[in-house]
């Protein structure tokens, strides 16, 4: 039976697939960062998991404004980088694991999510970034990579519970999956920034530590004020 052998949790900052990309790992800017991500790259070179499920936000690259699923899973053999503007990164195509990802697909379907089916895509830094700060600059990636896109470009995203109960019936269907395979979740995205207007570059480190914490230590008190929080804006929205 396959296992989920971790979860794994990183920014996708595009400039760090910048440094990676151009060698400046070790740029006295730069250093700091990556060595602490070294701890994180040892666990995957030793883990080295099979297949990772990597559940981030696309940048209107493979869905723009006009079509926005809630939920996007790719089932597709490979899926090639997106070229945002100044060409797609020079990184390895990304191989996806179809046999996982259909067992996923038809698992959380039945379990009552309603998940866009992706046959086709290209996939951005919020994809590829996470596994350059896991991998570094290999020929070809370690694992197979199936890709978990969700909505948080245009309102209303889906709830901080919504999400919450997707990755628990992720953990079902993997637990389900006959095949002997080793497989890690990796989740991508932003903490408590606004990328323009007058919190730009504001970080609020007392939350984002007690975000990190209650990850693992109160996964459902932190759901809870996500909810909250998720309502009000919501009313105001509505207002």
């Given at each position: 039976m396959a296992k989920m052998i971790a979860g794994v949790g990183t920014s996708h900052v595009?400039?760090?697939g910048a440094a990676v990309d151009h060698g400046k790992t070790q740029d006295p800017y730069w250093k700091p960062l990556f060595d602490g991500y070294e701890p994180a790259r040892q666990w995957m070179r030793e883990a080295r998991p099979d297949v990772v499920i990597l559940v981030y936000n696309d940048h209107a690259s493979a869905f723009a404004f006009d079509m926005i699923p809630t939920f996007a899973l790719g089932v597709s053999d490979e899926?090639?980088?997106h070229d945002e503007g100044y060409g797609p990164r020079k990184v390895p195509v990304v191989k996806g694991d179809p046999d996982l990802a259909?067992?996923?697909?038809?698992s959380l379907i039945l379990d009552g999510f309603d998940m866009t089916i992706v046959n086709e895509m290209t996939v951005d830094h919020g994809l590829t970034v996470p596994l350059s700060i896991m991998c570094g600059k290999p020929d070809a990636w370690p694992c197979s990579v199936i890709p978990l896109c969700v909505n948080v470009i245009?309102?209303?995203p889906p709830t901080g519970q919504r999400c919450y109960d997707l990755g628990k019936a992720i953990r079902r269907a993997v637990d389900a999956y006959p095949?002997?395979?080793k497989v890690a979740i990796f989740g991508t995205g932003g903490m408590s920034h606004q990328l323009q207007g007058e919190r730009a570059g504001f970080i609020n480190k007392e939350f984002d530590c007690l975000f990190?914490?209650?990850l693992t230590a109160d996964p459902d008190a932190l759901d809870a004020a996500i909810s909250a929080h998720a309502t009000n804006m919501r009313k105001e929205w509505i207002e």
């Open positions: 595009p400039a760090i899926y090639h980088p259909w067992h996923l697909a038809e245009q309102y209303p095949v002997d395979i990190l914490d209650n």
